[in-house]
């Protein structure tokens, strides 16, 4: 029997990036059935890093699925190794005699086996322990902390500062300046979620009755894609959210505009505010109105967000009156009922949905 080549014996660069690039298709192609339904562009990518911790864990994606495709492939060449091999003489003309018979000598095997097999699993165990010591804590203390909550089938966001001024909600996008690492408090209103930015860091869970901390930091600006990570219910695959790291100029920019509670609606604005608080307000909150609604995601400054329903749809002025007009066509079973709200009415709340940027 043939044994599978290499076709050089040198393990060099090439053959480790062809090694790279083969892992990678297969878990490229096993991310992508999980979350083909997502919308947010940027792609949930676990196979790039781009914060300071994330190659860290990279490194022991790739190690341990080495490790696993290394073990799997030995076991499989043993397996046809004993099937192919010859088995010695037997007298055929027993009729007692049994199809396999123990013919002693294979103890060694067992103890190879196992021996190998803890090693194995212990180094892959203590790596782990190594990793998570090292992305436990950040480098430098974070200045800037976020409380996330997670509920049935959104991110509330809110920025916390001593200063209760300058603290406020948003939903489902998280910003943060490129560099520094932030600090996250995790919070759940209702099942276990789980927070996962795969490019910026590994998951924390998101337990009720507790607050978990963790920590993102972003080496360069760009959208990161996040996801709920721990099965919570019928719409849990649309519970995403985008994490946005931007220069420390942009990102005070968009912190000062978040800040701003909504201008008082004149003219026409007032009507169309009023159909918004009836119809909206039980639920949601606008600052700077009278409508303090915290079932669903707080909507000041809605236009400025990207996504729509935690990733589910894009923020355009269509997929926004097509969600309010019936949001259980696009996420079944979500905490949003299908309203009971006439052509006009849903033109008027565009209108007033539109100012708040
Ligand atoms: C019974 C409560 C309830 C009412 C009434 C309600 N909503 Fe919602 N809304 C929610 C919940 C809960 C969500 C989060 C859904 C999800 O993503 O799973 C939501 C999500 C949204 C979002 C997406 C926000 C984001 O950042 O992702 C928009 C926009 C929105 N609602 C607009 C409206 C408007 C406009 C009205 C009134 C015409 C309205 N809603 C009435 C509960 C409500
Ligand atoms: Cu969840």
Redesign the pocket.
């Known amino acids: 029997m043939q044994p599978i080549a290499f076709r050089s014996h040198r393990f060099g660069a090439a053959s480790r990036r062809r090694v790279r690039a083969c892992l990678g298709f297969i878990a490229t192609a096993l991310t992508a059935s999980s979350s083909s339904a997502a919308t947010i562009q940027a792609p949930l990518g676990y196979l790039t890093a781009h914060g300071p911790r994330a190659a860290t864990i990279l490194d022991l994606t790739y190690g341990t699925l080495a490790i696993s495709c290394l073990v799997s492939v030995i076991i499989a060449g043993l397996l046809v190794w004993a099937i192919l091999r010859r088995r010695p003489d037997r007298d055929r003309t027993d009729p007692k005699a049994l199809a396999v018979a123990r013919t002693g000598g294979g103890l060694p095997w067992i103890y190879v086996g196992v021996g190998l097999s803890t090693v194995a699993l212990f180094g892959a165990a203590a790596w782990t322990m190594v990793v998570l010591r090292a992305v436990a804590t950040p480098a430098t203390t974070p200045t800037l902390t976020v409380e996330i909550t997670g509920?049935?089938?959104?991110w509330e966001v809110r920025y916390l500062d001593e200063d209760h001024a300058r603290t406020f909600t948003?939903?489902?996008?998280i910003h943060i300046p490129v560099g520094v690492p932030v600090a996250f408090r995790l919070k759940s209103e209702d099942v276990i979620h789980s927070f996962w930015v795969p490019a910026l860091h590994g998951k924390t869970d998101v337990i009720p009755g507790q607050t978990n901390t963790t920590w993102l930091q972003a080496d360069r600006p760009g959208v990161y894609r996040g996801q709920c990570t721990e099965y919570c219910g019928k719409?849990h695959a649309?519970?995403g959210f985008v994490v946005v790291a931007e220069s420390s100029e942009a990102f005070a920019r968009w912190y000062q505009n978040q800040l701003a509670p909504a201008p008082p609606p004149a003219g026409d604005l007032a009507e169309a505010q009023k159909?918004?608080a009836a119809?909206?307000?039980?639920?949601?909150a606008v600052r700077g109105s009278l409508v303090g609604?915290r079932?669903?995601?707080d909507?000041s400054h809605?236009k400025s967000?990207r996504?729509?329903?935690?990733g589910?749809l894009p923020?355009t002025p269509g997929h926004?009156g097509a969600?309010?007009a019936d949001?259980q066509h696009f996420?079944p079973g979500?905490?949003?009922?299908r309203?009971d709200?006439s052509g006009p009415?849903?033109a008027r709340?565009?209108t007033y949905?539109a100012t708040l940027d």
């Open positions: 509920k049935q089938w959104w948003t939903a489902n996008e719409q649309h519970m159909t918004f119809k909206c307000g039980a639920c949601h609604g079932l669903g995601p909507l809605l967000r996504t729509l329903a935690a589910t923020n926004l969600w309010i949001p996420k979500a905490k949003m009922p309203l709200i009415e849903l709340v565009q949905l």
